[in-house]
């Protein structure tokens, strides 16, 4: 069977090798010279790498006396960091390189559009053609930064996460429109190197569709930093108005009071939109929704059935691991076996200090679903190894079904929530109780012993050491 994908950001790349171990013939089309997509090139990879890099100086400065380590005058060579973050995207696309030519994957620099059922158009760099048909055809070409026009975007001081990572110099004053994950992080990463950062939010709270106890415990943070944050506002307007200075006016969502703001950047975090541009899907027989995702079934299978779509272009939750899963999934239903999606058990991270990460339901959720539970929690700072490394903020959350005890939802809030929510998703793939958590051993000492901690308060108010 011969597969062509087009895209070749995580999920597309996955898509590929999982399509080549299973004995398909696979073309790999991509329209840039790197492989990668936004995840590697302009996304998850360098905004941590950056996010690591300005954490480290920002404990240089403020925590490392705490520890007895005193510093002379310590400084920010930003060419250096942002050389330093380009090395990392550059290993990472080489990597991605190898695996293509080790699973013999044929890969395609070429700006893909359908033309029928089952054939593409591929235009190349150097201005030629070349029809492709093929069996399958699995679209992965991901999302991009929805701007508004009235947002003036330019690419110089009115920017998108693009941009941001990449600035050749330090802002005095950024301004942010939206508080969402890509906000808070970008946000984190200039905040700690010493910008006035302000983020203007359309809703009312933060992250509003995640755990409230955790989401609290993050704005703390991050106000503790200097963040400020705005919310309950609607932008108006942004314009660049001279070489150094943006304007950005932005209003209550009722309209009564209006303000307008200078800053030396603003960066638009409204969101990002899938990104279908030149697809020319309806030749394929190809439908999307009102707001432009492709339409799939259970399958991931599009109106058109030999071709299937994953990633941020169907929606959903926008994360690199989600893709990969749907593109393991659309792999191996082309092979003829039945795997399954459990989009309810797909870990959400925020990489800011202390880091945030979900998954399962919130207690929101449970409610609306008329379902009884329990809940347990357990702050940091009654950890031990928190207190050891002063990493004292946050907490863990658990929720359990009050009737079966089963592990319905895993909140974090602390230092190494990304690491330690995955043992909340091996446990919830099993349905496991919440006793079956806390009766695990866990090191002592360590952080995930918070986890064993609060699951112990979600089955009886068990905790040991709170």
């Known amino acids: 069977m011969k597969v062509v994908i087009i895209g070749s950001g995580p999920g597309g790349y996955v898509a590929a090798i999982r399509c080549a171990q299973l004995g398909f013939e696979v073309t790999l089309v991509e329209k840039y010279n790197k492989l990668g997509g936004t995840c590697l090139n302009v996304g998850c990879i360098p905004s941590k790498a950056l996010l690591d890099s300005s954490e480290h100086y920002h404990q240089l400065i403020t925590g490392f006396e705490d520890h007895g380590i005193k510093t002379k005058t310590v ?34 620099h070429a700006k893909a559009s359908f033309k029928g059922a089952q054939e593409l158009l591929l235009l190349k760099v150097d201005g030629s053609e070349e029809r492709v048909e093929f069996d399958k055809c699995i679209i992965a070409t991901g999302s991009k930064p929805n701007c508004p026009s009235s947002f003036n975007y330019n690419k110089k001081r009115i920017i998108t996460s693009t941009e941001a990572l990449s600035l050749n110099e330090i802002p005095k004053t950024m301004m942010i429109i939206g508080a969402g994950v890509i906000g808070i992080e970008l946000g984190s990463v200039y905040s700690r190197l010493g910008t006035q950062v302000t983020l203007i939010e359309y809703m009312d709270k933060l992250l509003e569709n995640m755990d409230p106890d955790c989401t609290k415990e993050l704005l703390k943070t991050l106000e503790a930093l200097g963040m400020l ?50 697809l020319l899907l309806e030749l394929a027989g190809i439908k999307t929704d009102d707001k432009g995702y492709i339409k799939v079934n259970n399958n991931l299978q599009t109106d058109n059935p030999h071709v299937y779509a994953i990633g941020d272009v169907i929606g959903g939750v926008m994360l690199a691991h989600k893709a990969e899963e749907e593109a393991v999934f659309v792999a191996e239903v082309l092979a003829g ?8 058990l797909i870990p959400n991270v925020i990489y800011t200090w202390p880091e945030m990460a979900s998954v399962g339901f919130t207690e929101a959720q449970l409610i609306e679903k008329g379902r009884a539970f329990q809940v347990g929690k357990f702050p940091f700072k009654a950890l031990g190894r928190a207190r050891a490394s002063n990493d004292l903020d946050g907490l863990v959350k658990v929720i359990a079904d009050a009737q079966t005890d089963e592990i319905l939802g895993v909140h974090i809030c602390g230092a ?50 709170f």
């Not at 060419?79 to 696309?93: A, I, L, Y």
């Not at 076996?337 to 309810?344: D, F, L, R, S, V």
């Open 75 to 108: 400084l920010v060579d930003l060419p250096k960091m942002m050389h330093r973050k380009q090395e990392v995207v550059e290993q990472n696309t080489r990597g991605i390189k190898y695996l293509m030519k080790k699973n013999n994957i044929n890969v395609i």
């Open 229 to 278: 944050f705005k919310f309950g506002r609607s932008v108006q307007e942004v314009s660049q108005i001279s070489d150094s200075k943006v304007q950005l006016s932005h209003q209550s969502k009722q309209g009564s009071e209006h303000t307008t703001e200078v800053a030396d950047y603003v960066l638009i975090s409204t969101g990002r939109r899938p990104y279908t541009e030149d």
């Open 337 to 344: 076996q039945k795997p399954e999606m459990h989009y309810h």
């Open 416 to 465: 190494r929530a990304a690491d330690l929510i995955m043992e909340a998703v091996a446990l919830m793939n099993f349905k496991a109780s919440a006793e079956d958590m806390a009766m695990l051993s866990h090191a002592h000492p360590s952080f995930s012993e918070a986890l064993k901690e609060a699951a112990l308060d979600a089955c009886g108010k068990r905790a040991l050491h």
